[in-house]
């Protein structure tokens, strides 16, 4: 079992940026995947990037192109880094690590 601690979130305008991270209470060498999912009001919550720990990734369709996803297993942590924010990325964002472990959630919104 491994805790999970997101950071990052917050209140950005359409097009801003903004980067996530997550720590990892212990080493994350081993979980083979990690990554973060997103739930906004009144939907279910979804994939937003994973990536393996040899570092391949994959993206929902709506991050492609926009969201980075990267991990740094020295320092335990994983980032996501957001850009050209749109309003509907309006979520709280989970970390997740393989098999069930999550975060507490981060709230990021995106509005004028």
């Known amino acids: 079992q491994v805790q999970l601690v997101e950071s990052g979130g917050g209140l950005v305008q359409p097009g801003g940026s903004l980067r996530l991270s997550c720590a990892a209470s212990?080493?994350?060498?081993?979980?083979?995947?990690m990554g973060w999912y997103r739930q906004a009001p009144g939907k279910q919550r979804e994939l937003v990037a994973i990536?393996?720990?040899?570092?391949?990734?994959n993206y929902a369709d709506s991050a492609k192109g926009r969201f980075t996803i990267s991990r740094d297993n020295r320092k335990n942590t994983v980032c996501l880094q957001m850009n050209s924010l749109k309003p509907e990325d309006t979520a709280v964002y989970y970390c997740?690590?393989?098999?069930?472990?999550w975060g507490q959630g981060t709230q990021v919104t995106v509005s004028s």
């Open positions: 997740y690590a393989r098999p069930n472990n």
């Open positions: 212990g080493s994350i060498v081993d979980i083979y995947l």
């Open positions: 990536i393996t720990s040899g570092g391949s990734t």
